[in-house]
């Protein structure tokens, strides 16, 4: 073999040696961390071909036979010493040993440092880790991270601490085996405070300034160092807290009148120091609040000032007033007569806390009617509403009305419905209330009525989503007369009670994905006019106790997109989220939405179209496509096409998505209109407004024992709760 002896190279290449910029020859030593790549290397001049073997410690290691040896993820029984041997025709040459050493682990710190060490001047500190590891382990400390001469071991002494002894401290903690040193680990780092023993306390963390939404909860913090036993006392605006006498000063419900500059005082027997002066400020959160459904476009008062009200007569002559405003209402109002709203009012609850922590819910006994005349815009949320006895009435009256939207209210105990829409109102929305009368109320306990006999002249277009209808509601959940009602969500459960949704005289009722639990005469038809039309229902998905058959009638599509739970959910959110849980930031659970492109005109005869879901921000799992609220045969993907335009193709199209989540959202609709003559095939597209129909048919499921056990205790104990504190 010819210069082989001299021109052979051992090379170690590892992750950790290039990243360094290292190159090894056959001599060196390399150390590299567990589970790093390892490859070594072999070139040789001479007589070709050549043959390899490598060695680890002397011993052929098997299958190791090209001019590189590679280790995919080092251990310690992989330190050792390396070479190869390389054969050819003549002879054969052995390289030079390439050692390589695997650390350790790095130690683990099992008692790190605390986060903050304050001592008075004169007196000893000791820091100390505890760590662990799989040899011998070596202690380095650091001040302001400069190693500490002589500072090598698991604690660290200050015999007598002095100012200049402040800083920031942490320990560096090495693991060695077979005089192989691991990476180190490093603890966490402790801030030392060296104060006077005679000096007033010294603020080490100020507090922060915060900006919050009404209802979040607020906490400001102060951290302080002094001799002694410290105090504190908080102050808003230079005043005095009563009870903020801690280092934390907590709000547990954010309101507007918690916004202000807040610092606090710390003092010991040798003075006091006051820390700096933080604003609050405390703002309506509306980015999470969105009117929707049939009332989607509607923004209240949005336009104009901000009012708080406290009195009957600030309500009054600001709901009356025909300026747009957004009016705030705190406290019980009692109100001697109905407060005749007008248009472009947003209506909404401002809970009160007081320093005792005491909550007291937004309250109006009386009446909020919405009947003077053409009455349009109005949002109300966030109160709890009641007019009880012979002199009460009905609790919200919508009269010749369009879009209202109504959320988060507590209606309870009205001498009169807790809630009318009638008078040829439309663009209604209830949401995400709570109706029920309590066990002493003996007057009338009908819930809702959606028109009224020989008064309707056209449909009145009212959603209802996420309510609950809760103990004590009779009857008229609601009774509708020419209402095109979507019901969707909604959980009923109320013992003993004469009948629930019922639908009358030439109204269609699209009820989808609700719970009847316990219910007598869930959902039924009538006829009181005979002039007019039985009243029709469409219902899919819900669950009955007892079960029930569904409806199928043709009903109403609606034209908005929206959400579905599974109804096997629709208790634990109503239980939870439904009525006047925190005034006007009572919270909503997100919804998302979807809509459909297709043909943006009319199809003629013969012609193919396609019809395209359109959702951003989740995927869809599977699609139903629907046509007039059925179900089209074998139409499960995300685009529909229709081969050739027919009469029966024409109508209102949505389709139901379900999420991975397992909830359903339901797009807009898109209506399909057939063309009087052959032509091209239309195919451009349009996107609908919001909406459309249901997620399933067929017959209703029952819930088993335990789930309907589970739902009562829950509901119970959350009626309780908020009785309770309706009555504090």
Request: aromatic share 8%; proline share 4%; with cysteine.
């Given at each position: 073999?010819?210069?082989?002896?001299?021109?052979?190279?051992?090379?170690?290449?590892?992750?950790?040696?290039?990243?360094?910029?290292?190159?090894?020859?056959?001599?060196?030593?390399?150390?590299?961390?567990?589970?790093?790549?390892?490859?070594?290397?072999?070139?040789?001049?001479?007589?070709?071909?050549?043959?390899?073997?490598?060695?680890?410690?002397?011993?052929?290691?098997?299958?190791?036979?090209?001019?590189?040896?590679?280790?995919?993820?080092?251990?310690?029984?992989?330190?050792?010493?390396?070479?190869?041997?390389?054969?050819?025709?003549?002879?054969?040459?052995?390289?030079?040993?390439?050692?390589?050493?695997?650390?350790?682990?790095?130690?683990?710190?099992?008692?790190?440092?605390?986060?903050?060490?304050n001592v008075i001047a004169g007196q000893s500190?000791?820091?100390?880790?505890?760590?662990?590891?799989?040899?011998?382990?070596?202690?380095?400390?650091?001040?302001?991270?400069?190693?500490?001469?002589?500072?090598?071991?698991?604690?660290?002494?200050?015999?007598?601490?002095?100012?200049?002894?402040?800083?920031?401290?942490?320990?560096?903690?090495?693991?060695?085996v077979n005089s192989v040193a691991s990476a180190?680990?490093?603890?966490?780092?402790?801030?030392?405070?060296?104060?006077?023993?005679?000096?007033?306390?010294?603020?080490?963390?100020?507090?922060?300034?915060?900006?919050?939404?009404?209802?979040?909860?607020?906490?400001?913090?102060?951290?302080?160092?002094?001799?002694?036993?410290?105090?504190?006392?908080?102050?808003?605006?230079?005043?005095?807290?009563?009870?903020?006498?801690?280092?934390?000063?907590?709000?547990?419900?954010?309101?507007?009148?918690?916004?202000?500059?807040?610092?606090?005082?710390?003092?010991?027997?040798?003075?006091?120091?006051?820390?700096?002066?933080?604003?609050?400020?405390?703002?309506?959160?509306?980015?999470?609040?969105?009117?929707?459904?049939?009332?989607?476009?509607?923004?209240?008062?949005?336009?104009?000032?901000?009012?708080?009200?406290?009195?009957?007569?600030?309500?009054?002559?600001?709901?009356?007033?025909?300026?747009?405003?957004?009016?705030?209402?705190?406290?019980?109002?009692?109100?001697?007569?109905?407060?005749?709203?007008?248009?472009?009012?947003?209506?909404?609850?401002?809970?009160?806390?007081?320093?005792?922590?005491?909550?007291?819910?937004?309250?109006?006994?009386?009446?909020?009617?919405?009947?003077?005349?053409?009455?349009?815009?109005?949002?109300?949320?966030?109160?709890?509403?009641?007019?009880?006895?012979?002199?009460?009435?009905?609790?919200?009256?919508?009269?010749?009305?369009?879009?209202?939207?109504?959320?988060?209210?507590?209606?309870?105990?009205?001498?009169?419905?807790?809630?009318?829409?009638?008078?040829?109102?439309?663009?209604?929305?209830?949401?995400?209330?709570?109706?029920?009368?309590?066990?002493?109320?003996?007057?009338?306990?009908?819930?809702?009525?959606?028109?009224?006999?020989?008064?309707?002249?056209?449909?009145?277009?009212?959603?209802?989503?996420?309510?609950?209808?809760?103990?004590?509601?009779?009857?008229?959940?609601?009774?509708?007369?020419?209402?095109?009602?979507?019901?969707?969500?909604?959980?009923?459960?109320?013992?003993?009670?004469?009948?629930?949704?019922?639908?009358?005289?030439?109204?269609?009722?699209?009820?989808?994905?609700?719970?009847?639990?316990?219910?007598?005469?869930?959902?039924?038809?009538?006829?009181?006019?005979?002039?007019?039309?039985?009243?029709?229902?469409?219902?899919?998905?819900?669950?009955?106790?007892?079960?029930?058959?569904?409806?199928?009638?043709?009903?109403?599509?609606?034209?908005?997109?929206?959400?579905?739970?599974?109804?096997?959910?629709?208790?634990?959110?109503?239980?939870?989220?439904?009525?006047?849980?925190?005034?006007?930031?009572?919270?909503?659970?997100?919804?998302?939405?979807?809509?459909?492109?297709?043909?943006?005109?009319?199809?003629?005869?013969?012609?193919?179209?396609?019809?395209?879901?359109?959702?951003?921000?989740?995927?869809?799992?599977?699609?139903?496509?629907?046509?007039?609220?059925?179900?089209?045969?074998?139409?499960?993907?995300?685009?529909?096409?229709?081969?050739?335009?027919?009469?029966?193709?024409?109508?209102?199209?949505?389709?139901?998505?379900?999420?991975?989540?397992?909830?359903?959202?339901?797009?807009?609709?898109?209506?399909?209109?057939?063309?009087?003559?052959?032509?091209?095939?239309?195919?451009?597209?349009?996107?609908?407004?919001?909406?459309?129909?249901?997620?399933?048919?067929?017959?209703?499921?029952?819930?088993?024992?335990?789930?309907?056990?589970?739902?009562?205790?829950?509901?119970?104990?959350?009626?309780?709760?908020?009785?309770?504190?309706?009555?504090?």
């Amino acid at each position: 073999m010819k210069n082989i002896t001299a021109r052979l190279l051992v090379t170690l290449s590892a992750i950790a040696i290039l990243l360094l910029g290292n190159s090894a020859s056959a001599a060196d030593s390399r150390t590299v961390n567990p589970g790093q790549r390892v490859s070594i290397s072999v070139s040789a001049d001479g007589t070709q071909p050549f043959t390899y073997q490598w060695y680890k410690d002397g011993v052929v290691i098997p299958k190791a036979t090209e001019a590189s040896f590679t280790i995919d993820s080092a251990t310690a029984a992989d330190s050792a010493s390396y070479k190869a041997r390389v054969t050819n025709s003549i002879n054969y040459t052995d390289s030079d040993a390439a050692v390589l050493k695997v650390a350790p682990p790095p130690p683990t710190i099992t008692t790190q440092l605390a986060a903050k060490t304050n001592v008075i001047a004169g007196q000893s500190v000791e820091l100390k880790v505890v760590a662990t590891g799989s040899g011998a382990l070596s202690y380095q400390w650091t001040k302001n991270g400069t190693n500490i001469s002589g500072a090598t071991s698991s604690t660290y002494k200050i015999a007598s601490a002095a100012a200049a002894d402040a800083g920031n401290y942490n320990v560096i903690v090495i693991n060695t085996v077979n005089s192989v040193a691991s990476a180190p680990t490093t603890s966490s780092t402790t801030v030392l405070t060296v104060v006077s023993a005679t000096a007033a306390p010294t603020i080490t963390t100020q507090p922060s300034p915060q900006s919050v939404s009404i209802g979040d909860t607020v906490f400001l913090k102060v951290e302080a160092a002094g001799a002694g036993t410290l105090s504190y006392q908080w102050a808003k605006n230079g005043s005095n807290i009563s009870g903020a006498t801690s280092a934390t000063y907590t709000i547990p419900m954010a309101l507007t009148t918690h916004a202000g500059n807040y610092s606090v005082v710390v003092s010991n027997a040798n003075g006091s120091t006051t820390s700096n002066s933080v604003a609050l400020s405390v703002a309506q959160d509306t980015s999470a609040f969105r009117p929707d459904s049939a009332a989607a476009t509607t923004t209240g008062g949005a336009t104009g000032p901000t009012v708080p009200v406290s009195t009957a007569a600030e309500l009054k002559l600001n709901a009356e007033s025909p300026t747009a405003c957004v009016i705030n209402v705190s406290g019980t109002i009692s109100l001697s007569g109905p407060i005749m709203v007008k248009s472009n009012k947003t209506i909404q609850g401002q809970v009160l806390v007081d320093s005792t922590g005491k909550v007291t819910l937004p309250t109006i006994m009386g009446s909020l009617d919405l009947s003077s005349g053409g009455v349009s815009n109005v949002i109300i949320r966030g109160l709890t509403i009641t007019n009880p006895g012979t002199t009460g009435g009905t609790g919200i009256v919508v009269r010749n009305a369009s879009n209202v939207f109504i959320t988060h209210c507590t209606l309870f105990d009205c001498n009169g419905d807790l809630i009318e829409i009638s008078n040829g109102s439309d663009g209604v929305t209830v949401s995400w209330s709570e109706f029920y009368y309590s066990s002493a109320y003996t007057g009338s306990r009908s819930t809702m009525r959606i028109g009224l006999p020989s008064v309707e002249t056209k449909p009145l277009r009212v959603t209802l989503h996420h309510n609950w209808w809760a103990d004590g509601c009779g009857t008229n959940m609601p009774l509708g007369t020419y209402g095109y009602v979507h019901l969707y969500n909604n959980y009923f459960k109320a013992t003993g009670n004469t009948s629930a949704a019922k639908a009358s005289d030439n109204s269609q009722f699209l009820v989808e994905h609700n719970v009847f639990e316990q219910i007598n005469d869930p959902l039924s038809k009538q006829n009181v006019d005979t002039t007019k039309s039985v009243g029709r229902i469409y219902s899919s998905l819900n669950l009955f106790s007892p079960k029930i058959t569904e409806y199928t009638d043709a009903v109403l599509t609606p034209s908005y997109s929206y959400e579905l739970l599974p109804a096997e959910d629709v208790a634990i959110y109503s239980t939870q989220f439904a009525g006047n849980t925190a005034g006007a930031s009572s919270a909503t659970p997100s919804a998302r939405a979807a809509s459909i492109t297709g043909p943006g005109a009319a199809v003629a005869p013969g012609s193919t179209f396609a019809l395209t879901a359109v959702h951003t921000g989740f995927s869809g799992v599977s699609y139903q496509w629907r046509l007039n609220n059925f179900d089209i045969a074998r139409t499960t993907s995300a685009k529909y096409d229709i081969a050739s335009m027919q009469t029966a193709n024409a109508g209102t199209y949505s389709v139901v998505i379900e999420t991975a989540a397992g909830d359903y959202v339901v797009s807009s609709s898109f209506s399909v209109t057939l063309g009087t003559a052959p032509g091209p095939d239309n195919s451009s597209s349009s996107s609908s407004s919001s909406g459309a129909s249901s997620s399933g048919g067929g017959g209703g499921g029952a819930p088993g024992v335990g789930y309907l056990a589970a739902l009562f205790i829950l509901g119970a104990l959350r009626q309780a709760l908020r009785r309770n504190a309706k009555k504090a």
